[in-house]
Antibody, heavy 122, light 110 residues
């Protein structure tokens, strides 16, 4: 059974970098069939897919156009986890952030982390 | 706002069948699989339907999905009180190079 455990701060100051980590158990971040995503949810923006990383003989990442200039999603195979970094945050980035996994192609985001409420405020 | 639209709310009585529509375009629903998620209050979304009409193990067969052209639907038959939740469709969107979630539909069991 695949499980995801999120960690990271719940408060970030404007203009700083939001950083969250998602630890995977029951699967591998380096799996050749899985993809690992970050999704956020706010009252104003609803559910918003931010991006993902996946391994297909080499590492790939793709990001939503809305955050592409500010986001990095990095895998860490040694710790079997992946991370989200979102730079230059503003109060509009205040949201519940989820990590999620798609364990085989075209099977949807079938496993989710518990969610982290991140508030951007000074 | 999302490029994939859903009705804000639907309601039904226990035992009834309700359907939730999901309207998109050729760059999302028209050319990609549709996924459906259920979100209970205060919890993470849960995958209900993948590849338009497939149910993950453990999802009751009361839930069914379909797709036609640039629209998709989720049907819930034999409505139960525990089905009260928000439901989201989510196809891949070419212009965003990623998944796009629909606007969401709140299901109320009267």
């Amino acid at each position: 059974q695949v499980q995801l455990q999120q960690s990271g701060p719940g408060l970030v100051k404007p203009s700083q970098t939001l950083s969250l980590t998602c630890a995977i158990s029951g699967d591998s971040v380096s799996s050749n069939s899985a993809a690992w995503s970050w999704v956020r949810q706010s009252p104003s923006r609803g559910l918003e897919w931010l991006g993902r990383t996946y391994y297909r003989s080499k590492w790939y990442s793709n990001y939503a156009v809305s955050v592409k200039s500010r986001i990095t999603i990095n895998p860490d195979a040694s710790k079997n986890q992946f991370s989200l970094q979102l730079k230059s945050v503003t109060p509009e980035d205040t949201a519940v952030y989820y990590c999620a996994g798609e364990t085989s192609a075209h099977t949807g985001l079938g496993v989710w982390g518990q969610g982290t409420t991140v508030t951007v405020s000074s | 706002q999302s490029v994939v639209t859903q009705p804000p709310s639907v309601s039904g009585t226990p035992g009834q069948r309700v359907t939730i529509s999901c309207s998109g375009s050729s760059s999302n629903i028209g050319s990609h699989y549709v996924y459906w998620y259920q979100q209970l209050p205060g919890t993470a979304p849960k995958l209900l339907i993948y590849r338009n009409d497939q149910r993950p193990s453990g999802v009751p067969d009361r839930f069914s999905g379909s797709k036609s052209g640039t629209s998709a639907s989720l049907a819930i038959s034999g409505l139960r009180s525990e089905d009260e939740a928000d439901y989201y469709c989510a196809p891949w969107e070419d212009s965003l190079s990623g998944y796009v979630f629909g606007t969401g539909t709140k299901v109320t069991v009267l």
